[in-house]
């Protein structure tokens, strides 16, 4: 039971650190050191799929609240 639990939220986890990769990445090719700084900082899709992960691995995929 257990390990189908841990399959599904490491999906979430797993993702989550693909998109930390990926702002990293942007961010080392932009030379910055934080999103907020980008000039795209409120409509760039990848800081938005990154949030999108964030809360996915918090929630692991479950729609409304989480606690901290």
């Known amino acids: 039971m257990q390990t189908t639990d841990n399959k599904q939220d490491d999906k979430f986890e797993l993702y989550l650190d693909e998109m930390i990769q990926k702002v990293q990445t942007c961010q080392k090719e932009r030379t910055l050191e934080s999103c907020s700084l980008c000039e795209k900082y409120l409509t760039c899709?990848?800081?938005?799929?990154?949030?999108?992960?964030?809360?996915?691995?918090?929630?692991?995929g479950e729609t409304g609240g989480f606690e901290f």
Do not use: G, P, Q, T
């Open 45 to 60: 899709e990848l800081r938005h799929e990154y949030i999108n992960a964030v809360y996915n691995s918090m929630s692991k």
